[in-house]
Structures are given as structure tokens and as C-alpha cells.
């Protein structure tokens, strides 16, 4: 509840004390270490010493139904979860959990066990027959995207982020590793009050947030605060939006409270590494009917196919492929899911991610997004396989 201020010092300090709590776990290499916390500095230093044993973290949702939990605690078969409080418990007798709350020590740490090629997280997302599928990211597809983004985009001399992401929504990767890479910093509303406006215009005020990255919903409700209220935000100069349409009505509302702001449409999957594709919006997308979804970010791909996996001419729609340095490992323990969305063309040789969208080419070489082939839906980013609430 109250606010609490992290240095980078103090950051690492836990990161070194977690990492030798850690250390005694005699972690496996690469192993599946569960990460059930809020948004706190004792989270990123979690997340960090796993990374630094060689381990890679699964967020957890204290808030997500218990047979989802139980699903995703069976496909990842964890030994450790840690959490950052003493009341957390899981219904699992095979599973130890770790409080991080109280480690913190001086002593310098060692990085030996990382390796580009290893996974750096699973991220659980929706599954059409009710059972989540877990998105095995490297440390090579997360790191070439947020290169990639920070040689694309604007980024502030001193990124200040406002972090609305939970840490089972990969936009929250770039939130930590991407600001604090560049000696940004992140901050966290108080968990009582994650989906307040008025709590994150006071924050942005109190620490000068110079930086939004989240879905367009979430924007939407700032941005109607302030129209209500008759505010105007002058610190924010970079607003990074993703994960679902962006109404053209928000560019112009965006203009009316947040007038020094540069806009960026970001898009991919979680499959894609956080993002494969971006656009600047421009004055003329107001007059448009949709936001274009852009083009691909550095050593990604982004293709409109026909049936024949062939590029689709300008102007006629095809499904949306994805290729590139980014792409996941494929889904976690699931060979036959795996297969079916990661395609290798006959062609090319490429692998090449399946996502289920439609959208065309347009004369500029960017493309445009058209929606989806099947009952996916998407609630504030989030994907929802409708087959989920169906098998519930």
C-alpha cells in the first residue's frame, strides 16, 4: 500500500540473495522454477536469479481458477515456486515454496549456466480444448525483440514505464528487461489499485512517467479519466499499444489529453517473441478505418499467405505468418500442437508461426490486419480460446 523505491543497488542486492537461496536448491539446468508474486522489486530479482542459475521462470496468477493452476502446475512439473509472502500455498505436496521477501545479500554472483539458445520463460496462454498451452521462449527470441525495438523505436534518454502488465502477459518482459537494460525505471501501481486511472495519472505526476506500454482498453480508461476530468498529461512523450485493436477513436482522444505523445502500434504473439511488427501512427490514420498493423521489426518476419503459402498480391487478404529470429521453441511437452502452428514452408526451409489471423498487404509494404479465422477472442490482450469456456 505504501509506495516503496528500489535503487539498483538495493535491486541487486536481492537478486544476490535470492540467487544463493537459490543456489542451494541445486536448480537443473534450464529447469522450470514458478514465480507467484506481485508486481515488486523482490519479483524482477526473482525472475533475474533464475535466469542467472540457468533456470527460466513461469509466472503464476494468484487470481487465475484453481483447475488452471493445477493444469499448468502438472504440464511443468515444478519443483520450486516462489512467492514473496508467508500466506501462499498450493495444493501440491511435490512443489516447495520459497518466500524471497526476506533474501538479500552483498556478495557478487556468477552467470555461468546462461546460454542464448536455452528457454528463458513459459508463458501459459488459452487452449481450445480447455487445457492452457505453454509458449517456450528463449533467451535469443526475447532479446532479438527488445534489440529490435530499441533500435526501431523511440525510446526516452531515461525511460520512466508505467508497468500494467502482469507478468503472465509478455508485454511485462520489455517492462523489466527492456527499461532496465537502457537504466530505466519501472513503475508499479499499488496492487489494490492496478485498474485505478486516477492511481496511475498520481503516479505519473509523482515519478514523471515518460513511457506507457499496455493494451489498448487499459489506455482507454486513462485517457476517459482525463476527459471526464478535464486533465491533460504532458509527461508522457511514448505510448506503446498492443495486444488487441486500437479504435481510431483513441488516436483522437489520445490527441486531446496526451498531446506531446508519440503512438506505436505493436503486434505479434506471444509465439512471436512479444512483438513481431510495429507502426508509428500517423495524423492520417485519424481519417482511416483501422490502424495498419505495420511491418516487422529487425531480423523478424511477417508474411500474408494463400492456401498455397504463397504471398498473397496487394490488397488481398490471406493468413498471417510469422518467421524470424523471435519465434518460440514451440509449446511446452505438446509435439502435435507444436507441429500444427510451427510450420517449416517447402520451399524456403523457414519455420514459420501460424497465427490464425487474416490481414493483406498494402502499397506502402505494410500490412493490414483483418481479424481472426476461428473463435479466438481477446479480453484487455489477453487470448481466449472460446473452446476454454466451452470445456468449462
Given at each position: 500500500k505504501d509506495d516503496h523505491e528500489t535503487s539498483y543497488k538495493e535491486l541487486g542486492e536481492k537478486i544476490s540473495g535470492i540467487y544463493e537461496k537459490l543456489k542451494c536448491c541445486k536448480l537443473k539446468d534450464n529447469e522450470l522454477v514458478g514465480i507467484m508474486m506481485k508486481h515488486s522489486d523482490v519479483e524482477i530479482a526473482a525472475i533475474i536469479s533464475i535466469l542467472c542459475l540457468g533456470g527460466a521462470y513461469v509466472p503464476l496468477d494468484q487470481e487465475q481458477p484453481l483447475e488452471r493452476l493445477n493444469s499448468i502446475l502438472e504440464q511443468t512439473e515444478l519443483r520450486y515456486v516462489l512467492v514473496d509472502n508467508e500466506s501462499a500455498k498450493l495444493n501440491n505436496a511435490n512443489i516447495t515454496i520459497i518466500n524471497c521477501s526476506k533474501y538479500s545479500s552483498k556478495n557478487d554472483i556468477e552467470c555461468e549456466n546462461i546460454c542464448i539458445d536455452k528457454r528463458a520463460y513459459v508463458i501459459f496462454t488459452s487452449g481450445t480444448t480447455g487445457i492452457p498451452k505453454g509458449v517456450v521462449i528463449s533467451h535469443k527470441a526475447a532479446s532479438n525483440t527488445i534489440k529490435g525495438v530499441r533500435e526501431t523505436l523511440r525510446i526516452p534518454k531515461r525511460p520512466v514505464v508505467l508497468g500494467l502488465s502482469k507478468l503472465n502477459f509478455d508485454?511485462?518482459?520489455f517492462d523489466i528487461f527492456g527499461i532496465l537494460s537502457c537504466g530505466g525505471t519501472v513503475v508499479y501501481p499499488n496492487d489494490e489499485e492496478r485498474i485505478n486511472p486516477e492511481h496511475w495519472l498520481?503516479?505519473?505526476r509523482k515519478y514523471n512517467i515518460n513511457?506507457?506500454?499496455?493494451?489498448?482498453a487499459l489506455l482507454q480508461m486513462l485517457v476517459s479519466y482525463c476527459l471526464m476530468n478535464s486533465f491533460e498529461i504532458e509527461l508522457l512523450t511514448d505510448i506503446w499499444l498492443s495486444g488487441d485493436w486500437i479504435p481510431v477513436s483513441l488516436l483522437k482522444e489520445i490527441d486531446n489529453v496526451i498531446?506531446?505523445?508519440?503512438?506505436?502500434?505493436?503486434g505479434g504473439a506471444t509465439e512471436g517473441g512479444i512483438w513481431s511488427i510495429y507502426h508509428k501512427c500517423l495524423e492520417s490514420d485519424k481519417q482511416q478505418k483501422s490502424v495498419p498493423y505495420g511491418r516487422p521489426l529487425p531480423n523478424q518476419k511477417f508474411y500474408v499467405l494463400n492456401s498455397e503459402l504463397e504471398d498473397a498480391p496487394t490488397w488481398v487478404s490471406g493468413e498471417l505468418f510469422i518467421g524470424g529470429n523471435s519465434l518460440a521453441d514451440g509449446y511446452l511437452k505438446d509435439v502435435e500442437k507444436t507441429k500444427y502452428s510451427f510450420i517449416v514452408h517447402k520451399k524456403t526451409g523457414n519455420t514459420l508461426y501460424r497465427t490464425g489471423d487474416y490481414g493483406r498487404y498494402l502499397p506502402n509494404g505494410e500490412i493490414e490486419f483483418l481479424g481472426r479465422k476461428d473463435n479466438q477472442v481477446k479480453?484487455?490482450?489477453?487470448?481466449i480460446e472460446l473452446g476454454e469456456i466451452e470445456a468449462a
Amino acid at each position: 500500500k505504501d509506495d516503496h523505491e528500489t535503487s539498483y543497488k538495493e535491486l541487486g542486492e536481492k537478486i544476490s540473495g535470492i540467487y544463493e537461496k537459490l543456489k542451494c536448491c541445486k536448480l537443473k539446468d534450464n529447469e522450470l522454477v514458478g514465480i507467484m508474486m506481485k508486481h515488486s522489486d523482490v519479483e524482477i530479482a526473482a525472475i533475474i536469479s533464475i535466469l542467472c542459475l540457468g533456470g527460466a521462470y513461469v509466472p503464476l496468477d494468484q487470481e487465475q481458477p484453481l483447475e488452471r493452476l493445477n493444469s499448468i502446475l502438472e504440464q511443468t512439473e515444478l519443483r520450486y515456486v516462489l512467492v514473496d509472502n508467508e500466506s501462499a500455498k498450493l495444493n501440491n505436496a511435490n512443489i516447495t515454496i520459497i518466500n524471497c521477501s526476506k533474501y538479500s545479500s552483498k556478495n557478487d554472483i556468477e552467470c555461468e549456466n546462461i546460454c542464448i539458445d536455452k528457454r528463458a520463460y513459459v508463458i501459459f496462454t488459452s487452449g481450445t480444448t480447455g487445457i492452457p498451452k505453454g509458449v517456450v521462449i528463449s533467451h535469443k527470441a526475447a532479446s532479438n525483440t527488445i534489440k529490435g525495438v530499441r533500435e526501431t523505436l523511440r525510446i526516452p534518454k531515461r525511460p520512466v514505464v508505467l508497468g500494467l502488465s502482469k507478468l503472465n502477459f509478455d508485454l511485462s518482459v520489455f517492462d523489466i528487461f527492456g527499461i532496465l537494460s537502457c537504466g530505466g525505471t519501472v513503475v508499479y501501481p499499488n496492487d489494490e489499485e492496478r485498474i485505478n486511472p486516477e492511481h496511475w495519472l498520481n503516479l505519473i505526476r509523482k515519478y514523471n512517467i515518460n513511457m506507457c506500454n499496455t493494451v489498448p482498453a487499459l489506455l482507454q480508461m486513462l485517457v476517459s479519466y482525463c476527459l471526464m476530468n478535464s486533465f491533460e498529461i504532458e509527461l508522457l512523450t511514448d505510448i506503446w499499444l498492443s495486444g488487441d485493436w486500437i479504435p481510431v477513436s483513441l488516436l483522437k482522444e489520445i490527441d486531446n489529453v496526451i498531446p506531446s505523445a508519440e503512438v506505436v502500434s505493436l503486434g505479434g504473439a506471444t509465439e512471436g517473441g512479444i512483438w513481431s511488427i510495429y507502426h508509428k501512427c500517423l495524423e492520417s490514420d485519424k481519417q482511416q478505418k483501422s490502424v495498419p498493423y505495420g511491418r516487422p521489426l529487425p531480423n523478424q518476419k511477417f508474411y500474408v499467405l494463400n492456401s498455397e503459402l504463397e504471398d498473397a498480391p496487394t490488397w488481398v487478404s490471406g493468413e498471417l505468418f510469422i518467421g524470424g529470429n523471435s519465434l518460440a521453441d514451440g509449446y511446452l511437452k505438446d509435439v502435435e500442437k507444436t507441429k500444427y502452428s510451427f510450420i517449416v514452408h517447402k520451399k524456403t526451409g523457414n519455420t514459420l508461426y501460424r497465427t490464425g489471423d487474416y490481414g493483406r498487404y498494402l502499397p506502402n509494404g505494410e500490412i493490414e490486419f483483418l481479424g481472426r479465422k476461428d473463435n479466438q477472442v481477446k479480453l484487455n490482450g489477453f487470448r481466449i480460446e472460446l473452446g476454454e469456456i466451452e470445456a468449462a
